[in-house]
């Protein structure tokens, strides 16, 4: 399957194709996979992200599924790549990592049937949603902290072309312990539907990302956490989490908190109950809630 990845290639952005383990420009330059500095593989108008869409995680928050999909929007200045940092910004301490698939839409894309979708897709890539859950009790619903904060929307490290979603496994890795392991045929809506559904009102442009959803156990990461996300046949996305040079101002705005529903959302549903990754590393034990007055 073709890949194509965007990267800075003698200090300008470039669109280069994997060939084994090089990239390669179409003017015949190459450099090393490891040695590339990677940009998104897309530069979209907007991200736009499914609420829940896989069983294990309806299955773990003890609920159950609408009608139909529901969504939020990622602004796209939280755009990140493979390979770069995600700040976790000082006075915050649930950030959470979600891995997921991207859908990168190819063409001008509006008022389509799920049946032609297909042909309004340029690729598929891998994504982080990150979501910064210390502002889960703001934004009335919107979550434009949580999950639009700088730096939390990496997707990468490459497009690849004529991938078939079904099937297919997805992992979340914390400094190499699985997390996250489902598969994409735990999906309610797949990747058809779901660029058909939004298409009903808002034209999708080339470019644009749709974020598909995650598995079961999203966990919060630590700062030095590298966390990588592989999705079969669509590669690894890595990235390393780091505390932000500023804290959160205490002078404006809603606070970061560590609420009942941060907590049951950041620790997975029946956080009362649940062994998770302790704060110090990525062994399994209960984590004694403190609730920020």
Known sequence: MPEFRRILLDGYPALVERVDDNLVAADGRRIGVEDAVHLAPTNPSKIICVHLNYKSRVDEFMTKLPAAPTYFHKPVSALNSHGADVVRPQRCQWLNFE???????????????????????????????????????????????????????????????????????????????????????????????????????????????????????????????????????????????????????????????????????????DWEFRGIRSPQGPGAKHYESTVDE
């Open 99 to 269: 891995g997921e698939i991207a859908i990168i839409i190819g063409r001008t894309c509006r008022n389509i049937a799920p049946d032609d979708a297909d042909a309004y897709i340029a690729g598929y890539s891998v994504a982080n949603d990150y979501g910064l859950h210390d502002f889960r009790d703001t934004d009335a619903g919107s979550m434009l902290r949580v999950k639009g904060s700088d730096t939390l929307c990496p997707v990468g490290p490459g497009l690849v072309t004529d991938w078939d979603f079904a099937g297919k496994r997805i992992q979340t890795i914390v400094n190499g312990e699985v997390i996250q392991d489902g598969n994409t045929d735990e999906m309610k809506w797949n990747m058809h539907y779901l660029v058909a559904d939004i298409a009903r009102s808002i034209t999708l442009e080339p470019g644009d990302v749709l974020l598909s959803g995650t598995p079961a156990n999203s966990r919060p990461a630590q700062p030095g956490d590298t966390v990588e996300v592989t999705v079969e046949g669509l590669g690894t996305l890595s990235n390393r989490i780091v505390t932000g040079p500023e804290p959160i101002r205490q002078d404006v705005g809603a606070q970061p908190s560590s609420s009942e529903e941060v907590l049951s959302t950041a620790l997975g549903g």
